[in-house]
């Protein structure tokens, strides 16, 4: 890019939460222009009347998904913030000069069966998935850089990756590995539903979609990545919980190092930091991240504990930042030469 | 009623918070057998199912509602937790034998006009509209033990009524009193809606239906009966705002006392003493009342405050309890020649 | 006892949410009177003006501890409420006839050496501790209805241990347990703190204590007593965090099975099925139990999960009912020869 | 000042949430250094072990208050966010040459007399006190631009003048108007405290300091200045209640037009839009605004309701930000003839 030439950015599906924290980063972003934003139920509403943060921001309006994307051309980059399934009919039919990051679950897995299995449908793009970047940001950035199709992380898969990927990779571990996740209620979208009544879900916690949840394939992908010598399909248990809050995740990950290999907390500490060396959005604490300290953020807040072989990792992120939109804008400024941290700059509050 | 002889209650409407909380109520009511609950979505499903706190502590099934009401015959009492609406449909149809609890607004006003302009509907049963006594217990008891019919209250008109009588009553204050009244979320019902949208709901307060709840004809209504002196269609205003908790109502109620008739907290106090002697739901305390300390129970607290002519009355209750499901049992009880008490030994938590 | 006759009970330490929840259990626990409860803090206030709940329903004060406990022999049972070390000074000199039931971690360890590590003091009544039955009621119960002395368990040790004894006691488990533990806001008392001011409190969820947390011996010495098989001081991973409710403790423990010896969660419900049999306050639920359903109840809500060997068991309390006061008026019912349900029909609402 | 040169800012008192939030907005605009933070019982820390949010963000140290001023001469700006009283002292200390911003009440009142009663001290500067600009930004933009001390307004005042001043200037209304003021817990300090409790405030509405809140003096002066005619020591009603969340404060205001001068929501919104023309963060919303659309910002949100004589306006801000740090700092960017705008474009999020 010439510097401070703007980027055309469109948005597919900038109703949900995903989209309204793209809009609330890129409308703010100083190398950004968003030229395009779809809703298609809200098509011809002012953005601000729906996302009332926005209000006296932005003169923005949501126009139908349209028919044909030749119209395309002049925009530089888009987000895809749509239902799983349907980034699969989009993205083969957008011009071949756009880039594009699609937050959604359609082109995160390799393997077309796990893809039916954990997604019910089939595959429609196989070729072009072989195309597609991983966006771990802080795992894959270089790949990013080059990348013109990046695959948004999810959420739950972001807070445990960038939590285990050190360990993995340092070959410290053995044996089972059990990460007990937990996530806020913006994390079922912003359509109502049962899980998400209020006054259930203000003085609940629980566990759901057991063992299944549709980011374990991705999970299990990536450490495999990582670490081929150890073999996750077996040795990962991954289990989702609810949480009363409206952002945040929070993964505790217990692992057991190898007989005569123990690390304690400060050794930890400093493996991970040697890993996430240049890794800006990654902060390591003292003791326990807490989800109050990211919510709103880009950041990924990483703690840890050990006694004798136990270890544990904990790790924090804002699920519709760093889970989510935050992760997809830093993913665009690598794919168009910005520095990462380029409007990303959001700093959370206390308290 | 036989001491020790069972009432046999039918509650239609069973699936909503209001039918909840009269099974949380009734089931273990000691003069109470529960013989039919009715929710046609959920027919033939244990009501331990949908409502998982009573798992372990029902075998009751709900049903459909029956297509005729002959077997209603050896029903003793019905309570009616429907949308508004439907109790204009059933109340006429009911054998003349069963005393009958509607926790809905169709029959809480008399003029058919006024119930035509805030429930949008005609009233079809204007007759047996004359019939019913409104169910605000602690003002109406003695009509309520002689009723056959009883119209329990709406829970906004509960806390604002028990807060505002007796000043109304005692003929002590002149223009204008304004109510701003605070609801938790289940006062939205137990349908998920945007609302009561968790990530939205958990962090937010706002006004709604401004000046317009329907709720105030029927405070005008009662009021108008207490003190006839007062123009309260034009002197009342009334305001509704959201609250980020599940259960609760707080009415803050601010009125004028006569030029030279000055009344401090504690005349407030022994005002009230009075007026609400021999009501034991009915508690005054120092300073303001707090939602937290009548949650689940079926007290209404009461406070006070007072600076030169202006005076505060707080009044607050749980709107699913003293504002619909534990006021009806308490009105069932008199009814039926109970101590208005039995089974309402609802004691609150600490916190 | 004899029919009818009461229970005359006095409460040390009634100033804590301990002491608060025995009080709204015991107050209206059909055979028992209580005739002392001390908080030398607020000796000579009202006990209501203290537990604003109780407001309206109980005339008694508070008064200081006794300066000598001749006074006690008209009491038949005491129930300890007190910062832990106190129950050691005060349970030596009370009148051999009392039986009590210590809410504190003074006796739950029969081992001087871990209680010096965990508690931070010299255990100074290794001789009573050999009479102390550790109060967890399922598994106990036999003992407890024989004791003189109960030693009420921690609220996680309640939690952990009823999810897990099951499994234990079976021998169907091998290798690391983990149990990732989650505690609401009141699990830290009523004396406000850093970690339970509200504004930081109310989004926030974070791991504490890690591995270290005081309740971890007695959860070691009951699974050792189930199951002596098990090498549980290396093999159980324990860790607890903060959840941003008023109430509930919710624990998911996972565990592996034998090789070859997997159990689907239908086999892991129909084992805990047998276990508790008889257990009325054990409810088993489909899938996960929510905190929201036990608040304010004395359930303990068991659900479960499993893929291929692995195996997650939920467990859900009220930390202040069945991990604590419940808990401690079931074990005074069994004590004194009664139904163990006495006094503890205590509904939950939905929401 | 010179574009592109920097203000310098001391900032005394950072470790309160008001000092933490200055923090969060100063370190990132592009027009201030912070060279100064003090916190005596912190001195030596890091701000970011602290303000845990600011982790990664800075490398400021907390410092004691120094012992003498000499050291200011090069801090062109000193923002204060101390306990009252503490002002008093430091004001007068500070070189001529060096702005202040005070958060706290020391300098908002200019009768000594209405000083004592409500802060119970004497105002020991009221020579200095004349020389004090009152920093309600939109009502007083032009005197604040040529201040040299600016005291910032309380924040219930902020929320209440912003949504009352225009009503009271155009002469719409007569006779009482009733506030009715809710603040979240945030409003209470960071210092724990018996009514920031998690565990009584996460389901807690109750009145405090009923109509004596230190606030209501501020209010009158101001409403005073800005229409004389209004006897407001008589005619303004203004009570505080306390919200269960973080942040926020909601004013409801209620007051009456003339006979004959009925005014709808529109005509209530055009009035505000002429008034505050210019004003960018105040912004105007059909219906009720929520306090959850302006958290985090600096953002006052106006609604309007109205009902025959009657009329609303609700008025919504974040205490923390436009009711303290972020009006200082929008304050600080007149004073230095910067756009008011300039490093509070901070975006609240959706949800």
Chains 1, 2, 3, 4 share one sequence.
């Not at 309204?20 to 011809?44: D, K, W």
């Not at 991705?218 to 670490?227: A, H, K, P, Y």
């Amino acid at each position: 890019m010439l510097s401070g030439e703007k980027i055309r950015v469109g948005i597919f599906g900038g109703s949900g939460y995903g989209g309204s924290e793209l809009l609330r980063i890129l409308l703010f972003h100083p190398r950004v222009e968003v030229t395009l934003v779809t809703a298609n139920e809200h098509a011809g509403k002012a953005v601000a009347e729906v996302h009332r943060n926005l209000h006296g921001l932005t003169e923005l309006r949501f126009e139908k998904t349209p028919e044909d994307f030749e119209g395309l051309n002049d925009v530089d980059c888009v987000f895809l913030a749509l239902p799983h399934g349907q980034a699969l009919e989009i993205v083969p039919r957008l011009p071949s000069g756009v880039k594009v990051v699609d937050l959604s679950g359609d082109f995160r897995l390799r393997d077309a069966e796990q893809f039916k299995e954990h997604y019910g449908r089939e595959h429609t793009a196989t070729e072009l998935q072989r195309e597609f970047v991983y966006g771990l940001t802080e795992i894959n950035r270089e790949e990013i850089k080059r990348a013109r199709l990046v695959s948004n992380p999810g959420c739950f898969a972001t807070a445990t990756l960038l939590g285990l990927a050190p360990l993995a990779a340092a070959g410290a571990i053995k044996g089972r590995v059990v990460v007990d996740a937990k996530t806020g209620s913006s994390g079922s979208g912003a359509k109502p539903a049962a899980n998400t009544h209020h006054p259930q879900r203000a003085n609940s916690f629980y566990a759901y979609k057991p063992f299944t949840h549709q980011h374990v394939p991705e999970i299990e992908q990536t450490l495999g990545d990582v670490s081929a010598a150890h073999d996750w399909a077996n040795e990962l248990v991954f289990m989702t919980h609810s949480l009363p809050v409206s952002r945040g995740i929070f993964a505790s990950i217990y692992a057991e190092v190898d007989e005569g290999g123990r690390m304690s907390a400060d050794d930890l500490s400093a493996l991970y930091s040697d890993f996430y060396r240049g890794s800006f959005f990654v902060r390591l604490v003292k003791g326990s991240p807490d989800i109050n300290w990211v919510k709103t953020t880009n950041f990924c807040d990483i703690g840890f504990a050990a006694r004798g072989r136990q270890i544990a990792v904990f790790s924090a992120i804002d699920n519709l930042v760093k889970g989510a939109a935050g992760q997809a804008v830093q993913n665009m400024n690598l794919m168009f030469g910005l520095d990462e941290k380029t409007g990303l700059m959001l700093v959370g509050g206390n308290p």
